[in-house]
């Protein structure tokens, strides 16, 4: 019955089915008082909320700050995930100076690391960036060293039968080759690093972004901010997955299709 | 046509190590192959045929007694040798043209030059309209093609095949054949083919060398003295398949 029902929705807006039904809900809760907790406001209080921010400038001012640290974070973080990555992958003996340490370390939780990122970094700007470049680093390192250790040896042997040199060999063969799993990492990096931004900015001292906007709800009992600054949050990490979903798309075009089986 | 392309083994050893103990891939094995010359080289898998390709190509470096082209030693590879692989092995995220011209970076070719060489070897293997194709999108006996045309673009003197048509069907395996047999009579290249079709061998080869294993060792050399294109179903053609295929089934019983 469901299924039939579902399946008459026409398929552009089917992914819209249940964020309708929630709001459906929960304005029906409102509606015949299910609850009368002041912690459930209107869906109506929400979207004035948000007007008013939008407009009054709060929100992008926000959204500026927030989105400039998780940009600078992700640069620092995966750049030197790339270097470090790339380093582990081409090179055996780094691998076995660095590697235990690195696998160790990867095993802290990312919020283990807060103590000691605000004991050197303070509790400004720099110490949200150094947690979200910390954040995006990791996969970042793993996803290039797997990428690049995977070369397929095929290949590297007809560029020996080619007599590419050192540098031809790593940017027409192992590069290239690596790259799916490179953008893997990237992609990770890009969502870790927005989770981390905002666990930043919750947890650390709260300054202009996001997260301050969210306490500043949360400390006022302002639930329309914070269901507005849930819904910006999650609206922003669909847009920088869904853009990065198109470079990947463009980037790695020589793969062809990859099958949706699952 | 004189631009060399003679390749001469003299007493070849060659020895792997598996867990620490030597293990014999080729033992004296003599073999000359003139300018311009098809060998086809036959075996059981497991008598090392792949091993002496690859070590003619310089692929496989440690070994003992003489390995020369055109009189120098055979010290690693050179683009005056040319390898196909039993796989295409072509760059996935290269189209059929860049990979064709990947060869040539090294060839001292001029970029200006270079564009109308490849376009000549695709041509060559009758892949006009694919240039822009990317290899995922090609059929087996195409991408093939591709990675004929790849070794041939150096314009090498010796060209090696590893069993280049083992993973194709029938029908392309034959056409293919035919191709690569019409290549060789144009263009004058030394070619050595392993491969364990007899068939294939005695198809394209003007010698057979019959390989024996364990360790590999040439057990005899029979001269195809037949006129191109032959006749598979020709009374010569069958009987030599027969003597090919009698010295390689005794090889089976021995074994």
Redesign the interface.
């Given at each position: 019955m469901l299924a039939r029902a579902f399946q008459a929705v026409p398929r552009p807006v089917r992914g819209w089915v249940l964020p309708v039904l929630l709001l459906l809900l929960w304005w029906a809760a409102l509606r015949w008082q299910w609850t009368t907790s002041p912690l459930l406001v209107s869906p109506l209080q929400v979207w004035d909320k948000a007007l008013s921010l939008l407009s009054g400038g709060e929100a992008w001012a926000a959204l500026g700050a927030s989105l400039r640290r998780d940009l600078i974070g992700l640069f620092i973080g995966a750049s030197a995930g790339l270097l470090f990555g790339a380093t582990l992958g081409l090179s055996r003996w780094s691998e076995r100076l660095f590697g235990p340490s690195f696998h160790t370390l990867k095993q802290i939780s990312l919020f283990a690391w807060l103590p000691l990122i605000s004991l050197w970094f303070g509790l400004g700007d720099p110490a949200k960036i150094a947690f979200i470049a910390l954040a995006s680093f990791f996969p970042v390192v793993l996803n290039t060293f797997e990428g690049i250790r995977a070369t397929p040896p095929e290949l590297v042997e007809v560029a020996r039968v080619l007599r590419f040199s050192r540098a031809q060999l790593l940017t027409r063969v192992v590069l290239p080759a690596a790259a799916p799993a490179i953008f893997t990492g990237l992609h990770l990096g890009l969502i870790y690093a927005w989770l981390a931004t905002l666990g930043a900015e919750y947890l650390m001292v709260a300054g202009p972004g996001i997260g301050g906007l969210l306490v500043d709800g949360r400390d006022h009992f302002w639930m329309d901010q914070v269901l507005f600054g849930v819904i910006l949050v999650g609206a922003v990490g669909m847009a920088l997955n869904t853009l990065a979903a198109i470079i990947e798309r463009r980037a790695l075009a020589w793969r062809g299709r990859s099958a949706g089986l699952f | 046509m004189s631009r060399g392309g003679h390749i001469r083994i003299e007493h070849l050893n060659k020895q792997f190590v598996v867990d620490g103990a030597p293990l014999p891939v080729l033992r004296e094995l003599s073999l000359e192959v003139a300018p311009g010359e098809f060998v086809a080289i036959v075996g059981a898998s497991g008598c090392g045929k792949s091993t002496l390709l690859r070590l003619v190509?310089g692929?496989e470096r440690e070994h003992d007694g003489t390995l020369q082209h055109d009189g120098a030693p055979i010290t690693g590879?050179?683009?005056a040798r040319?390898?196909v692989?039993q796989?295409h092995?072509l760059?996935?995220?290269?189209t059929v043209e860049a990979n064709v011209r990947?060869?040539l970076?090294?060839s001292g070719v001029p970029r200006s030059e270079q564009a109308k060489l490849v376009q000549r070897h695709i041509d060559l293997v009758g892949l006009q309209g694919f240039e822009k194709a990317?290899?995922?999108?090609l059929s087996g006996g195409m991408a093939q093609r591709v990675a004929i045309a790849r070794a041939l673009v150096n314009r090498p003197q010796v060209l090696l095949l590893d069993e280049p048509f083992g993973a194709l069907d029938a029908m392309t395996r034959a056409r293919l054949q035919q191709e690569l047999q019409h290549i060789w009579r144009s263009e004058g290249i030394t070619m050595i083919l392993v491969t364990h079709d007899v068939d294939e061998a005695l198809f394209l080869g003007d010698r057979v060398v019959v390989m024996e294993p364990r360790p590999g060792r040439i057990r005899r050399v029979l001269h195809v003295d037949l006129h191109h294109p032959r006749d598979r179903v020709s009374a010569v053609f069958t009987d030599l398949k027969q003597e090919v295929l009698a010295e390689l089934g005794e090889l089976a019983e021995a074994a």
């Open positions: - | 190509a692929l590879t050179s683009l040319g390898l692989f796989e092995r760059f996935p995220w290269l990947s060869a970076l090294n990317w290899p995922h999108q």
